[in-house]
């Protein structure tokens, strides 16, 4: 019988509905949690993403990313002179980066760079499992990063952070997929292998392919591209002059990984394989050797001009107004100079060092290890002394390899006089052709030359002392000396701007204020002498008389407009050189004679440019301009006029017969050029100077102490200095035209009678040559010579104490000359050499200021 359909369904037995009611409160409860966890996973995800991303860098800073940079110094014939960076990278833009560097790198760092966006899924799965399986084997390896170049580029050049944690790493590929959005895979390229430090110093693929190969990216072979390519996973574990087996290992698995990525052909990777791993020992360069001063000093102003962070991390190309073989000559010339100054006056230091008796059983083993005292010569052996009899023998180790050889005799003899050589000790020696050896030693007594272009200030050379290693101290630049007489054509240089002649008479007689009684260097009185022969013969009591008539501000005037001195005291003394300066602004005042009385700033640097190319600084100093006005040039001099063009070539006149007949022949032998110059040796002969040019090249040489002591008697800046300047001065004149000293409009060269010689001076219209003419108030001799006429009234109580007429402590005696002395010597007598004259009166102190 079926059930009517209109009669309600039974209801369902009581274990149907609990069941039911049970399954959808689980499934509520489950997606409800499930619903929860999603969102607190999302919750913390975004604040995880929030935390870590919140203090992320830029990424706006790579698009100008400019990395410490080396800048680079350049000699006046672009050759490298001096590299000047905390970090040596040399940076290259992408496109100059050859193929096969970028390729090396891309197959052993990053194979699929161009194809990921910052961060290698893949790769990281890779180095997840093979760090699980090295967890799990206890092989204790570190764990391998699987960083893609974009994330490197974001761990070094932003997060700067090698630390290898979870927190990092996400941070890192946060950071590493901004860039892609960011930077083109090309920029991001560039700026890896230009910032990546690859060992030994060198950041950036052009450093390192220099440091390594000494070769530029485009000269490696697929074997060197592949090196470098090795370097970035460890630079000091794969380093081929530490480690060649480990790096011969690295650069094959490289070269393999290159055939692999198709970076180049399979069969030239296993064909590189069998290059051999030969790196070639490249450091960090410059400067050049014996340009060490000038590289300071250009480093020196170019921190004045930007700042040290600029200098040493911009990349400035800096060119420079160096000749190399300039200076090279000058450096050479003044440690010979130094040398046989030492060799005469201070005698055998004695030995640098000694070897015990078991140091001396291995000798060759003891001299291997043994430094080289700061400030010898690159051509000088550090050697022992391995027997003293017969005749001193010496022993020294050069690429591992052992010589030996007797000491000359005369170097026996002259050690003996004052340290006798005994067996072990430590000496400098020379090997000779004829297979002895040369006793050497670094002299105690220092010098300084600076030689620059007379019209435009540009410095030639500049060799600031016997060795930059010894001693960073720049005696062109820092040290504040005497110049002694070399100051004196300042004095008359003024005397030629107020119309006096060059025949003019002055008195040469005694002249006492006080105890400051000043002397001539012999000793000896002349009477009334011309300007010629005081400056020709360096005459101190008329070059006082001198300045007294023009007054001591007109000659300050001079000194401080011609750049010797910032500032001059108003007193006599200074005439004579009692001020101090140093030897580039003695060179740049007499530049200023040279060329015809332009003032000038002796200058070093020429122009700078940055990476770019672009020239952002350029020496405005010293320039003349040319324009054209009515269809004609028109130089336009923009140099400050210290003295009229006159008076300059009247100087430069009188200073000619300085070196052809006065204190200065030393400077002149030899040279049958134009060339002017004075001598100049302080009191008690603490300096020696000489300064001279001919007529577009200056050079001044200095020799002396730093600790100022007497050089010895009479030895002038004549005897010390003059022959120093004859060589530099010839190889200045090597590789130059002959030149004259150009005579100015209005000039007259006259020879006349001085009244010990023939002359030939240059006189201004109104003047009469050889004539003598009355001066307002004191002048030419005729009158006594007061305080008030020289300026001795101004001079101050401590004038009293300076060095005067007494004995002194280095045994000279300074006897003042009382009586009246013969007013000329006989005409007759020839003008003789400072060196070859009678010794003066056993007296040194000549007052204070200026010897000769």
Same mark, same amino acid.
Request: glycine letters at 8%.
């Given at each position: 019988?079926?059930r009517?359909?209109?009669l309600?369904?039974?209801?369902p037995s009581?274990?149907?509905?609990?069941r039911f009611?049970?399954?959808?409160f689980?499934l509520g409860?489950?997606l409800?949690?499930?619903t929860?966890g999603?969102s607190?996973?999302?919750l913390?995800?975004?604040g995880l993403?929030a935390h870590l991303?919140?203090?992320?860098p830029?990424?706006?800073?790579?698009?100008?990313?400019?990395p410490p940079?080396?800048?680079?110094l350049?000699?006046?014939d672009?050759?490298l002179m001096?590299?000047?960076s905390h970090?040596r990278r040399?940076?290259v833009?992408i496109r100059a980066?050859p193929?096969?560097v970028r390729?090396?790198?891309?197959?052993?760092?990053d194979?699929?760079?161009?194809?990921h966006?910052?961060?290698?899924?893949l790769?990281?799965l890779r180095a997840?499992?093979t760090d699980?399986?090295?967890?799990?084997t206890?092989?204790?390896?570190r764990?391998?990063?699987?960083?893609?170049? #974009?994330q490197?580029?974001?761990?070094?050049?932003?997060l700067?952070?090698?630390?290898? #944690?979870?927190?990092?790493?996400v941070r890192?590929a946060?950071?590493?997929?901004?860039?892609?959005?960011?930077?083109?895979?090309?920029?991001?390229?560039?700026?890896?292998l230009?910032?990546i430090?690859l060992?030994?110093?060198?950041?950036?693929?052009?450093?390192a392919?220099?440091t390594?190969?000494?070769?530029?990216?485009?000269?490696l072979s697929?074997?060197?591209?592949?090196m470098l390519a090795?370097m970035p996973k460890?630079?000091?574990?794969?380093?081929?002059?530490?480690?060649?087996?480990a790096?011969?290992?690295r650069?094959n698995?490289?070269?393999?990984r290159?055939g692999?990525t198709?970076?180049?052909p399979?069969?030239?990777?296993q064909q590189?394989?069998q290059d051999?791993?030969v790196?070639?020992?490249q450091?960090r360069?410059?400067?050049?050797a014996g340009s060490e001063w000038?590289a300071?000093?250009?480093?020196r102003q170019l921190t004045?001009?930007?700042?040290e962070?600029?200098t040493t991390e911009?990349g400035l190309?800096v060119?420079?107004s160096?000749?190399?073989?300039?200076?090279?000559v000058?450096?050479k010339l003044l440690?010979?100079g130094?040398?046989?100054?030492a060799r005469?006056?201070?005698g055998?230091?004695g030995a640098v060092?000694?070897?015990?008796?078991?140091?001396m059983?291995?000798?060759?083993?003891?001299?291997?290890?043994?430094?080289?005292?700061?400030?010898m010569l690159?051509?000088w052996?550090?050697?022992?002394?391995?027997? +003293?009899?017969?005749?001193?023998?010496?022993?020294?180790v050069?690429?591992?390899e052992?010589h030996?050889a007797t000491?000359?005799k005369?170097?026996?003899t002259w050690?003996r006089?004052t340290h006798p050589?005994q067996?072990?000790?430590?000496?400098?020696?020379e090997?000779?052709d004829?297979?002895s050896?040369?006793?050497?030693?670094?002299?105690?007594?220092?010098?300084?030359?600076v030689?620059?272009?007379?019209?435009?200030?540009?410095?030639?050379?500049?060799v600031?002392?016997w060795?930059?290693?010894?001693s960073q101290f720049n005696r062109?630049?820092q040290a504040?000396?005497q110049?002694?007489s070399s100051?004196k054509?300042?004095?008359?240089?003024?005397?030629?701007?107020?119309d006096?002649s060059?025949?003019e008479?002055f008195?040469? &007689?005694?002249?006492?204020?006080?105890?400051?009684?000043p002397?001539?260097?012999?000793h000896?009185?002349?009477?009334p002498?011309?300007l010629h022969d005081?400056?020709?013969e360096?005459?101190?009591?008329?070059t006082i008389r001198v300045?007294a008539?023009?007054?001591?501000?007109?000659?300050?005037?001079?000194a401080?407009r011609s750049?010797?001195?910032?500032?001059m005291?108003?007193?006599?003394p200074?005439?004579l050189?009692a001020?101090?300066?140093?030897?580039?602004?003695e060179?740049g005042?007499?530049?200023?004679i040279?060329n015809?009385?332009?003032?000038i700033?002796p &200058?070093l640097?020429d122009?700078i440019?940055n990476?770019?190319g +672009?020239?952002?600084?350029?020496?405005?100093?010293?320039?003349?301009t040319?324009?054209t006005?009515?269809?004609?040039?028109v130089?336009?001099?923009?140099?400050?006029v210290?003295?009229?063009?006159?008076?300059a070539?009247?100087?430069? +006149?009188?200073?000619r017969?300085?070196?052809?007949r006065?204190?200065?022949?030393r400077?002149?032998?030899g040279?049958d050029?134009?060339i002017?110059?004075?001598?100049?040796t302080s009191?008690d002969?603490h300096?020696?100077?000489f300064?001279?040019?001919s007529?577009d090249?200056?050079?001044v040489?200095?020799i002396?102490?730093d600790?100022?002591? &007497?050089?010895g008697k009479?030895?002038t800046g004549g005897?010390l200095?003059g022959?120093i300047?004859n060589g530099?001065?010839?190889?200045?004149f090597?590789?130059r035209p002959?030149?004259?000293?150009?005579?100015?409009d209005?000039?007259?060269?006259a020879?006349?009678d001085?009244?010990?010689?023939r002359?030939?001076?240059?006189f201004k219209?109104n003047?009469?040559?050889?004539? &003598?003419?009355p001066?307002h108030g004191?002048g030419a001799?005729?009158q006594?010579l007061t305080?008030?006429?020289t300026?001795a009234?101004m001079?101050p109580?401590?004038?009293?104490d300076?060095?005067?007429?007494s004995?002194s402590s280095?045994?000279?005696?300074?006897?003042?000359l009382d009586?009246?002395?013969?007013s000329h010597?006989?005409a007759?007598l020839?003008?003789?050499l400072?060196q070859e004259k009678a010794?003066p009166?056993?007296?040194?102190?000549i007052?204070?200021g200026?010897?000769?």
């Amino acid at each position: 019988m079926k059930r009517s359909p209109m009669l309600p369904d039974s209801p369902p037995s009581p274990s149907q509905k609990p069941r039911f009611r049970r399954w959808r409160f689980l499934l509520g409860a489950a997606l409800g949690i499930g619903t929860f966890g999603v969102s607190a996973v999302i919750l913390t995800g975004v604040g995880l993403y929030a935390h870590l991303s919140a203090n992320l860098p830029s990424v706006d800073a790579l698009q100008h990313y400019k990395p410490p940079v080396v800048s680079r110094l350049y000699t006046a014939d672009d050759q490298l002179m001096a590299e000047l960076s905390h970090e040596r990278r040399i940076y290259v833009p992408i496109r100059a980066i050859p193929p096969l560097v970028r390729n090396a790198f891309i197959a052993a760092e990053d194979q699929n760079f161009y194809s990921h966006g910052g961060v290698d899924p893949l790769a990281m799965l890779r180095a997840g499992v093979t760090d699980i399986f090295s967890i799990l084997t206890h092989q204790g390896k570190r764990p391998l990063g699987a960083s893609t170049i #974009t994330q490197q580029v974001a761990k070094v050049m932003l997060l700067n952070n090698n630390s290898l #944690t979870i927190e990092r790493k996400v941070r890192e590929a946060l950071l590493a997929m901004r860039i892609e959005h960011t930077l083109s895979k090309d920029r991001i390229l560039e700026i890896y292998l230009n910032g990546i430090y690859l060992g030994n110093g060198a950041y950036g693929v052009e450093a390192a392919a220099q440091t390594y190969f000494n070769k530029t990216l485009d000269q490696l072979s697929d074997a060197e591209a592949a090196m470098l390519a090795s370097m970035p996973k460890s630079p000091s574990n794969y380093n081929p002059f530490l480690h060649p087996k480990a790096a011969m290992w690295r650069r094959n698995w490289v070269l393999d990984r290159m055939g692999e990525t198709h970076a180049i052909p399979a069969d030239e990777a296993q064909q590189a394989k069998q290059d051999p791993l030969v790196p070639q020992g490249q450091v960090r360069f410059g400067p050049l050797a014996g340009s060490e001063w000038f590289a300071a000093e250009v480093r020196r102003q170019l921190t004045s001009l930007y700042n040290e962070e600029q200098t040493t991390e911009g990349g400035l190309d800096v060119h420079t107004s160096l000749d190399p073989h300039l200076q090279q000559v000058s450096t050479k010339l003044l440690r010979e100079g130094l040398m046989a100054y030492a060799r005469t006056h201070e005698g055998w230091h004695g030995a640098v060092g000694h070897l015990d008796g078991d140091a001396m059983a291995d000798w060759q083993g003891s001299m291997a290890r043994q430094k080289n005292p700061a400030g010898m010569l690159s051509t000088w052996r550090l050697a022992v002394v391995l027997s +003293t009899t017969p005749a001193p023998r010496v022993g020294w180790v050069k690429a591992h390899e052992a010589h030996t050889a007797t000491l000359r005799k005369t170097d026996e003899t002259w050690s003996r006089r004052t340290h006798p050589l005994q067996t072990g000790d430590l000496v400098m020696i020379e090997p000779q052709d004829d297979g002895s050896a040369a006793l050497e030693q670094i002299p105690q007594v220092e010098g300084a030359t600076v030689t620059l272009d007379a019209h435009t200030g540009r410095v030639l050379a500049l060799v600031g002392g016997w060795s930059f290693q010894q001693s960073q101290f720049n005696r062109v630049t820092q040290a504040q000396r005497q110049p002694g007489s070399s100051f004196k054509p300042l004095v008359y240089l003024a005397a030629m701007e107020r119309d006096i002649s060059p025949s003019e008479t002055f008195d040469d &007689s005694p002249i006492s204020f006080g105890d400051w009684k000043p002397q001539n260097y012999e000793h000896d009185n002349w009477g009334p002498t011309t300007l010629h022969d005081a400056l020709r013969e360096s005459r101190n009591l008329v070059t006082i008389r001198v300045a007294a008539h023009l007054g001591m501000k007109a000659v300050s005037d001079m000194a401080v407009r011609s750049g010797m001195v910032d500032n001059m005291p108003p007193y006599l003394p200074a005439a004579l050189g009692a001020v101090e300066t140093t030897v580039l602004r003695e060179a740049g005042a007499y530049a200023a004679i040279a060329n015809g009385g332009h003032s000038i700033t002796p &200058s070093l640097i020429d122009y700078i440019q940055n990476p770019d190319g +672009t020239i952002i600084w350029r020496n405005q100093a010293n320039r003349r301009t040319v324009t054209t006005e009515n269809g004609m040039p028109v130089i336009h001099d923009g140099r400050p006029v210290l003295a009229s063009p006159q008076s300059a070539f009247q100087i430069t +006149t009188m200073m000619r017969d300085v070196i052809a007949r006065g204190t200065g022949v030393r400077a002149g032998v030899g040279i049958d050029r134009p060339i002017a110059g004075k001598t100049g040796t302080s009191q008690d002969y603490h300096d020696a100077w000489f300064a001279g040019f001919s007529p577009d090249t200056v050079t001044v040489v200095w020799i002396g102490y730093d600790a100022p002591r &007497s050089l010895g008697k009479n030895e002038t800046g004549g005897h010390l200095a003059g022959p120093i300047w004859n060589g530099i001065m010839k190889a200045v004149f090597a590789t130059r035209p002959r030149l004259e000293f150009p005579a100015p409009d209005g000039i007259t060269l006259a020879e006349y009678d001085t009244g010990r010689i023939r002359a030939t001076d240059a006189f201004k219209p109104n003047q009469i040559p050889g004539a &003598s003419v009355p001066l307002h108030g004191f002048g030419a001799g005729t009158q006594a010579l007061t305080a008030a006429d020289t300026g001795a009234d101004m001079i101050p109580d401590s004038e009293t104490d300076m060095p005067s007429s007494s004995p002194s402590s280095s045994g000279t005696i300074t006897d003042p000359l009382d009586g009246t002395m013969p007013s000329h010597a006989p005409a007759s007598l020839p003008a003789a050499l400072p060196q070859e004259k009678a010794n003066p009166a056993e007296g040194g102190d000549i007052g204070v200021g200026g010897l000769y």
